[in-house]
């Protein structure tokens, strides 16, 4: 699976949008996106994916560069209970096993 | 609906000891896969079974094994305990869809103290 980079922390007000970037430059062209996110003491929860196009769902929006190197998740009004790791992980399309490679993620602080 | 349930919680073991952590998948689900999480680190992935038998594994010894039942329930079995086997291992389930946008549902985890 490809290598992420994701900052180590970011901070937000609450209510306000937030834009979590992820860089993936040697992913493979058949790779899916997926973001995964871990709220204190629980298990990762599946956030969204996507693989070439721009995705919706009710949690977030995910924004996939047009050369897919690098991706964006967004959160369009951030509330107290999202402060969470959040992980990007690349996945081959033909990954049917449930082997995900969890990098070091993003520590989201949203502040009241 | 249910999610994915583990068992036990917490559990406090010695050095030498062996630990046999439960968990049942999401009703629906047909693939369980078995994860460790150190202090501050990410989950790292042990090994996954699908129809009772491991299909992957990760870079862990084989004093982890597991079982999965008929009934897709699974048990995660360490021996020989060392200290840096302390841990919180999390139990995660999906459908075998033969692709890799499955999702995956986690359970809460099961912390393991080894003394």
């Known amino acids: 699976d490809a290598k992420t980079t994701q900052p180590n922390s970011m901070e937000s007000n609450e209510e306000e949008p937030v834009h979590l970037p992820c860089n993936h430059s040697t992913i493979s062209g058949t790779d899916y996106i997926h973001w995964y996110r871990q709220l204190p003491s629980q298990g990762p929860e599946y956030v969204i994916h996507?693989?070439?196009s721009n995705v919706n769902n009710r949690m977030a929006s995910l924004a996939i560069a047009e050369d897919r190197k690098s991706s964006t998740l967004i959160l369009h009004r951030a509330t107290l209970r999202d402060a969470a790791v959040y992980y990007c992980?690349?996945?081959?399309?033909?990954?049917?096993?449930?082997?995900?490679?969890f990098g070091g993620g993003t520590r989201l602080m949203v502040k009241p | 609906d249910a999610g994915v349930t583990q068992s036990p919680t917490h559990l406090i073991k010695t050095r030498g000891q062996q630990v046999t952590l439960r968990c049942s998948p999401k009703?629906?689900?047909?693939?369980v896969s078995w994860y460790q999480q150190a202090l501050g680190q990410g989950p790292q992935f042990i090994f996954q079974y699908y129809e009772e038998e491991e299909r992957q594994r990760g870079n862990f010894p084989d004093r982890f094994s597991g079982h999965q039942f008929p009934n897709y329930s699974s048990e995660l079995n360490v021996n020989a305990l060392l200290l840096g086997d302390s841990a919180l291992y999390l139990c995660a389930s999906s459908l075998q869809t033969g692709s890799g946008a499955n999702v995956l549902t986690f359970g809460a985890g099961s912390r393991l103290t080894v003394l």
């Open positions: 992980i690349p996945r081959a399309y033909n990954n049917a096993g449930n082997m995900l490679t």
């Open positions: 009703s629906g689900h047909d693939t």
């Open positions: 996507g693989l070439t």
